[in-house]
């Protein structure tokens, strides 16, 4: 082969790799061979493999959870979920998809402490995690678990946001995230406060028992004036 032919060949190759960056690699050469997507986005293959396999056992876990299943079963089935998606981010370091996934799964887990630094990197680089309604009530819940009220009560504030601005929620979920928000504040002495978020949660779910007795003791202690906050 000449130089010519060499250098038009190379420039094709070139060209067909950019044009492959730029359709992303779900569009670029659909149907036939993903060697130019890959060079595009290396690892992505593998990247895309891990995240199906993670979604569907997660699909399996929320299908046995509904049914009543052993919570072993269901646990275990998170767990290879888990993996998947670690498997995923290993192929390609930083993949929105499935840190967002990653972060929620940790969460419902009960890995609370190890979670929080996956959720602020799924947020920076995830704008459906940045949103996610349920990742901030279940952040709200993580902090509150490890003690930290202060960004519970922040969590629960972007719940109420998220559903104000963007997402239409359950008039269940935003009196649960109101009850818990009232807790957090108790633990750190604004009463007044605590006061408010459980009468907002009894407006939204006025049969609430634990929202009724949470209450009560906002006020008897409001009457005493008297409140240990607690640190956090």
């Not at 993670?54 to 299943?69: P, V």
């Not at 995690?129 to 009220?149: C, E, I, P, Q, T």
Request: with cysteine; net charge positive.
């Amino acid at each position: 082969m000449d130089r010519l032919s060499l250098r038009l060949s190379l420039c094709s190759c070139l060209c067909l790799a950019l044009i492959a960056g730029a359709l992303g690699p779900s569009r670029a050469f659909a149907g036939g061979s993903d060697f130019w997507s890959e060079l595009a986005y290396p690892g992505q293959r593998r990247y895309l493999q891990e995240l199906q396999r993670g979604k569907k056992l997660e699909a399996q876990a929320d299908e046995y959870f509904r049914r009543r299943s052993s919570p072993v079963l269901v646990r275990r089935l998170r767990e290879d979920a888990l993996g998947a998606y670690e498997r995923a981010l290993k192929a390609r370091p930083g993949g929105g998809e499935a840190l967002h996934r990653k972060a929620r799964l940790m969460l419902d887990l009960g890995k609370f402490k190890a979670a929080l630094p996956i959720v602020r990197s799924a947020r920076q680089k995830n704008t459906r995690a940045r949103w996610d309604k349920d990742l901030a009530f279940m952040m709200g819940v993580a902090h509150s678990k490890l003690g930290v009220f202060r960004k519970s009560v922040d969590e629960y504030d972007r719940y109420e946001q998220i559903c104000n601005r963007y997402q239409r929620c359950q008039r269940y979920g935003r009196a649960t995230a109101h009850a818990n928000a009232a807790e957090a504040l108790m633990a750190l002495g604004r009463l007044d406060e605590a006061i408010l978020r459980y009468r907002l949660a009894l407006s939204y779910q006025g049969g609430m028992a634990l929202s009724h007795w949470g209450l009560g003791v906002a006020l008897d202690l409001q009457d005493v004036g008297q409140v240990e906050p607690i640190a956090g």
